[in-house]
């Protein structure tokens, strides 16, 4: 396949309450990191072992202050830019779906291809009634994910990929 340019964005964008998931998440993990910060800095606070400096046994509290500066404006930031990126689109017997923040990720799934459609959610997902759509082909490298759907919008597109899928199925016998 040639290309007179850079490839389009895909038209659709995820629902914009996928920024709240991806904030939870985001939240969720900066609590576990710094919650592990602050117990290796309680447990090395004072330690006069060798292998820790004396400035770092003295100052402890460098650790989740650190973690504090380093972490928390990327995972704020994340979940913005993730929704900016994250995006999907159904034309005709293709599904395409770009994602990805740091390193990009197009793919294009041919419909006649789909083997299953899947929609699931996590408990945040559910309170938030959003849901992820796996679509599935017998190549592992042609199968798509589209997290961060409203549920209703991931019903109605797994439905139509099914109904497509089966219909060019059965015009291919």
């Known amino acids: 396949m040639t290309s007179s340019g850079p490839i389009r964005d895909p038209a659709n964008r995820v629902s914009p309450k996928a920024i709240r998931l991806w904030l939870f998440e985001s939240l969720i993990a900066f609590v576990f990191f710094l919650g592990g910060a602050l117990l290796v800095a309680q447990w090395l606070d004072g330690s006069r072992w060798w292998w820790v400096p004396g400035w770092y046994a003295d100052n ?35 599904v ?7 390193t990009r990720e197009w793919v294009f799934v041919p419909v006649s291809r789909i083997q299953t459609v899947d ?9 938030l009634g959003l ?12 199968s798509s994910t589209i997290k961060g759907l409203d549920y209703g919008e991931a019903a109605r597109l797994a439905e139509q ?8 199925r059965d015009d291919a016998t």
């Open 119 to 127: 929609k699931g959610q996590g408990w945040l997902e559910r309170m």
């Open 161 to 168: 990929l099914a109904h497509r899928a089966e219909k060019l």
């Open 60 to 94: 402890s509290w460098l650790l989740p202050a650190a973690v504090v500066v380093l972490l928390l404006p990327f995972l704020v930031a994340e979940p913005f830019v993730r929704y900016a990126v994250h995006r999907w689109e159904l034309s005709g017997d293709v």
């Open 131 to 142: 849901a992820t759509l796996e679509i599935r082909t017998a190549s592992h490298a042609g």
């Open 96 to 102: 395409y779906a770009r994602s990805g923040f740091l």
